[in-house]
C-alpha cells in the first residue's frame, strides 16, 4: 500500500546551518504518526518544509503520489495538507467565526463550509458559544482550538499539527490531547509534533525520535513508550 506521504532523505538548511540531515519517514492513511525530540532537532522545520513554508535542500516529499518539492505553500494546503503552525497564528482582531472561515478560503462550497464549521463547534464547544468573540482577547488553549479548527476547515488529507500543548495549563492540554484522540477515532490522518513525548506516543501508531537534525530511532509509540533510552531522554525516567 501506498502511504498517503512518503518523505525520502530529505535535507533543509538556513544558510550554511543544515537543520534537517537525511530524514526519511512516511505516513500512512488514518495513522497518526509523531516526530518527538528536544528543541532544536528539526522538528518545526520538518514540518514547515512538507507545508511549502521552507524549501528543502534535497530529498523528495511524496504527498498522494505528487511531488511537494517545488509546490508553493497555497497549493498544497489545496491538495490536502493541511498545517496548524507552532504559536497557534490567529488572527487576534477577527472573530472566532472570521479566523475559522479563513481556513476555508480555498473553498467554494458554502453548505459544506457551514457544515465543517458547526464540526468545529461540535469538537471545541467554547468556541461555538464565543463565535463573535474577537480571537485575540481568549486563552492560549482556546486559541489553539481555534488554530486546531481552523486547519480543518479546508478538510485536509493529513493534518500537521505542531507543538498543540505548548505553554497550556495541564487541564487544557489534556482537553486538546482528548481531541486529538477524537479526530483520530473519525479516521484523520496526523503528523504530530509535540513536546509531551509521552501524550504524544500514547496516542501515535508511529514514532520517530530526533536529535540535531536525524532520526535516530522509529517505532511503534507503545514500543518508543517502554524504550529504556527515550523513557530516560523524554520521559524523565531515571
Given at each position: 500500500m501506498t502511504a498517503l506521504l512518503e518523505?525520502?532523505?530529505l535535507r533543509v538548511a538556513y544558510g550554511k546551518i543544515e537543520a534537517v540531515k537525511g530524514i526519511s519517514f512516511s505516513v500512512e492513511a488514518g495513522q497518526v504518526v509523531t516526530l518527538i525530540g528536544t528543541n532544536g532537532a528539526g522538528?518545526?522545520?520538518?514540518?514547515?518544509?512538507l507545508s511549502g513554508l521552507l524549501k528543502p535542500l534535497s530529498g523528495k516529499i511524496l504527498f498522494d503520489g505528487q511531488d511537494l518539492a517545488s509546490v508553493p505553500a497555497h497549493k498544497v494546503v489545496s491538495l490536502g495538507l493541511a498545517h496548524s503552525p507552532e504559536g497557534r497564528h490567529?488572527?487576534?482582531?477577527?472573530?472566532i467565526e472570521e479566523n475559522l472561515r479563513l481556513g476555508a478560503f480555498l473553498r467554494r462550497d458554502a453548505a459544506g463550509i457551514n457544515?465543517?464549521?458547526?464540526?468545529?463547534?461540535?469538537l471545541f464547544p467554547i468556541l461555538g458559544e464565543r463565535r463573535?468573540?474577537?480571537?485575540?482577547?481568549?486563552?492560549?488553549?482556546?486559541?489553539?482550538?481555534?488554530?486546531?479548527?481552523?486547519?480543518l476547515m479546508s478538510q485536509?488529507?493529513?493534518?500537521?499539527?505542531?507543538?498543540?500543548?505548548?505553554?497550556?495549563s495541564p487541564i487544557m492540554m489534556q482537553k486538546i490531547m482528548a481531541?486529538?484522540?477524537?479526530?483520530?477515532?473519525?479516521?484523520?490522518t496526523i503528523l504530530l509534533v509535540e513536546q509531551n513525548a509521552q501524550a504524544a506516543l500514547s496516542l501515535a501508531d508511529t514514532g520517530h525520535v530526533m536529535e540535531t537534525?536525524?532520526?535516530?530511532?522509529?517505532?511503534?509509540?507503545?514500543?518508543l513508550l517502554h524504550d529504556e533510552s527515550v523513557r530516560k531522554a523524554y520521559l524523565g525516567e531515571d
Open positions: 518523505v525520502e532523505d522538528k518545526t522545520t520538518t514540518l514547515r518544509t490567529i488572527f487576534p482582531r477577527l472573530s457544515k465543517d464549521i458547526q464540526r468545529a463547534y461540535d463573535k468573540q474577537a480571537a485575540g482577547t481568549m486563552s492560549g488553549g482556546e486559541q489553539q482550538m481555534l488554530a486546531m479548527g481552523r486547519a485536509p488529507k493529513l493534518l500537521m499539527l505542531d507543538e498543540p500543548s505548548m505553554g497550556l481531541t486529538i484522540a477524537e479526530l483520530k477515532a473519525q479516521g484523520t537534525g536525524r532520526i535516530v530511532l522509529s517505532g511503534t509509540g507503545a514500543d
